[in-house]
Antibody, heavy 124, light 109 residues
Framework: QVHLVQSGAEVKKPGASVKVSCKAS????????LHWVRQAPGQGLEWMGI???????SYAQKFQGRVTMTRDTSTNTLYMDLSSLRSEDTAVYYC??????????????????WGQGTTVTVSS | QTVVTQEPSLTVSPGGTVTLTCASS?????????PNWFQQKPGQAPRSLIY???KKHSWTPARFSGSLLGGKAALTLSGVQPEDEAEYYC?????????FGGGTKLTVL
């Protein structure tokens, strides 16, 4: 079975950093791009960025300079490091797998597998 | 700054049909934006329903369909069930970036 299992909840002080992990199983981790998406309490989904199989990253402009996404193929684990935390970073953080390819001469992209989410609370 | 816009809320009766839309501030949404639709219920992770405009996963109920409608991406639910009450998000692809819409809260009443 295909799974993404995320690390546990975190409580951090403003100005600190947090590192959230996402362990993959049931698929060839090295072949897929992976996303991070967050959701503040009572708010919508917010795309943070993507890391491709070659570890090339693309981040949402809002997070440029504060977020770092890495992957470790030896342990099939994805990481998201967010620095200079502020109260507005309090949210549930999700990892998601991107599947893509060519289907009947039509290219496709989908975020088809999601982690269970990791709650990060930033509070003094 | 690019914005993706959805209806904040919609209400539909059980058995009815409802269409949710997804607009881009950059102009008409086309298949090149690879529109995706996700369903999210309280306390759960999002679940992909529709990808690349109109493609369904093996788990997507047949009553859900995706299309392009009047310059927007659209998600249509036909024969709505009580369990379809949820938040629905669209996602558009802008080159290497992605952007979610603000979500539509669908109430089945």
């Amino acid at each position: 079975q295909v799974h993404l299992v995320q690390s546990g909840a975190e409580v951090k002080k403003p100005g600190a950093s947090v590192k959230v992990s996402c362990k993959a199983s049931g698929f060839t981790f090295s072949s897929y791009s992976l996303h991070w998406v967050r959701q503040a309490p009572g708010q919508g989904l917010e795309w943070m960025g993507i890391i491709n199989p070659s570890s090339t990253t693309s981040y949402a402009q809002k997070f440029q300079g504060r977020v770092t996404m890495t992957r470790d193929t030896s342990t099939n684990t994805l990481y998201m490091d967010l620095s200079s935390l502020r109260s507005e970073d309090t949210a549930v953080y999700y990892c998601a797998r991107e599947s893509s390819g060519d289907l009947n001469f039509s290219y496709y992209y989908t975020m088809d597998v999601w982690g269970q989410g990791t709650t990060v609370t930033v509070s003094s | 700054q690019t914005v993706v816009t959805q209806e904040p809320s919609l209400t539909v009766s059980p058995g009815g049909t409802v269409t949710l839309t997804c607009a881009s501030s950059t102009g008409a949404v086309t298949s090149a934006y690879y529109p995706n639709w996700f369903q999210q219920k309280p306390g759960q992770a999002p679940r992909s329903l529709i990808y690349s405009t109109n493609k369904k996963h093996s788990w997507t109920p047949a009553r859900f369909s995706g299309s392009l409608l009047g310059g927007k991406a659209a998600l249509t639910l036909s024969g709505v069930q009580p369990e379809d009450e949820a938040e629905y998000y669209c996602l558009l692809y802008y080159g290497s970036a992605r952007l979610f819409g603000g979500g539509t809260k669908l109430t089945v009443l």
